[in-house]
């Protein structure tokens, strides 16, 4: 199978705002020599909230989640296999950039005993192959 490296990029710093999209870039690169296509099966964005509270000697951690936007069986093209090694393709931003992040999620803060923080997961999987025929890697 062909060897690819994903990167997620936002800008720094990074500050999301509640109604507004995330300003992310996904970038893949190509890292091996392949003739098959690599295909966009599937992305999931999700931001993930941590609160830790602290009272004397104890300290409790809570989550929350929020799925941004999860996508599967996309099929989408990203490159193509007579592409040198070291291109970087770039994964249209169209996918998110209209869905704003939910006014619930609360900003980030830090007290005596208390601190909010949150972290962006992206997952994506791709594919290769050729038309007609794809295998998942």
Excluded at 74 to 97: A, C, F, Q, Y
């Amino acid at each position: 199978p062909p060897r690819i490296s994903a990167d997620a990029r936002l800008p720094n710093p990074s500050i999301l705002t509640c109604n507004e999209p995330i300003p992310l870039r996904l970038l893949v690169k190509k890292l091996s020599e392949t003739s098959e296509t690599i295909y966009l099966q599937t992305l999931q964005i999700e931001l993930i909230s941590y609160t830790n509270i602290r009272a004397h000697d104890l300290t409790r951690t809570e989550t929350g989640s929020w799925i941004i936007l999860s996508h599967s069986n996309m099929g989408r093209s990203i490159g193509s296999g007579p592409d040198p090694v070291g291109t970087e393709w770039k994964i249209d931003s169209s996918l998110w950039n209209r869905i704003p992040l939910p006014n619930s999620v609360a900003p980030s803060f830090e007290t005596c005993n208390i601190t909010r923080s949150y972290e962006l997961e992206v997952r994506i999987g791709l594919s290769r192959g050729n038309a007609g025929s794809i295998k998942v890697s």
